[in-house]
T-cell receptor
Framework: AQTVTQSQPEMSVQEAETVTLSCTYD???????LFWYKQPPSRQMILVIR??????QNATENRFSVNFQKAAKSFSLKISDSQLGDAAMYFC?????????????FGKGTHLIIQP | DVKVTQSSRYLVKRTGEKVFLECVQD?????MFWYRQDPGLGLRLIYF???????EKGDIPEGYSVSREKKERFSLILESASTNQTSMYLC??????????????FGPGTRLTVT
């Protein structure tokens, strides 16, 4: 079974600085997807960024980028120029391409605090 | 934009009651999911459905059942609510296949309290 581990229950960063959230996963599959989802307080879970395992290039979305290390099974999220609106729970998730409708496997989440 | 709605944001029920949580998506997605979210445990998959009337157990199906009579609607049923089912329940939907990149779209969640 796949597992996703987020080792940082909580992180704090000063506004405008850069923060990196860690995620490791375990799988025997070679073709899969990895996601970072953001859940602001009392608001809907939204997708931040997605990485396809067969792509070597790290995904980027504006201030958000990932460091995908397939051999190490590591998938960290870097947030540059942190903003107050980035404060949220961040969940790393794994999806298996061959699994059809199988649900995503989520980590336990990292609570990101932005200090003004 | 994909929209996933859930029937209630907050719900309070008594132990032993039968509870229905409803989820509706408006983008013709084949897949629908029910997750449970608890502090320190992340999201755990309860059930999912890949087609009308089809359902599969997730990681924690005990004490729950589901119903999918129409493609856009997926219901989670607590047959006899217990206090350990107090939690946040999230519904999600997705397309089938690689073209979707397996991205799931989430509803706002239902915070259920069982007393």
């Amino acid at each position: 079974a796949q597992t996703v581990t987020q080792s940082q229950p909580e992180m704090s960063v000063q506004e405008a600085e850069t923060v990196t959230l860690s995620c490791t996963y375990d799988t025997s599959e070679s073709d899969y997807y990895l996601f970072w989802y953001k859940q602001p307080p009392s608001r809907q879970m939204i997708l931040v960024i997605r990485q396809e395992a067969y792509k070597q290039q790290n995904a980027t979305e504006n201030r958000f980028s990932v460091n995908f290390q397939k051999a190490a099974k590591s998938f960290s999220l870097k947030i540059s120029d942190s903003q107050l609106g980035d404060a949220a729970m961040y969940f790393c998730a794994y999806g298996y391409s061959g699994g059809g409708a199988d649900g995503l496997t989520f980590g336990k989440g990292t609570h990101l605090i932005i200090q003004p | 934009d994909v929209k996933v709605t859930q029937s209630s944001r907050y719900l309070v029920k008594r132990t032993g009651e039968k509870v229905f949580l409803e989820c509706v998506q408006d983008m013709d997605h084949e897949n629908m999911f029910w997750y449970r979210q608890d502090p320190g445990l992340g999201l755990r998959l309860i059930y999912f459905s890949y087609d009308v009337k089809m359902k599969e157990k997730g990681d924690i199906p005990e004490g729950y059942s589901v119903s999918r009579e129409k493609k856009e609607r997926f219901s989670l049923i607590l047959e006899s609510a217990s206090t350990n089912q107090t939690s946040m329940y999230l519904c999600a939907s997705s397309l089938v296949g690689r073209a979707s990149s397996y991205e799931q779209y989430f509803g706002p969640g239902t915070r259920l309290t069982v007393t």
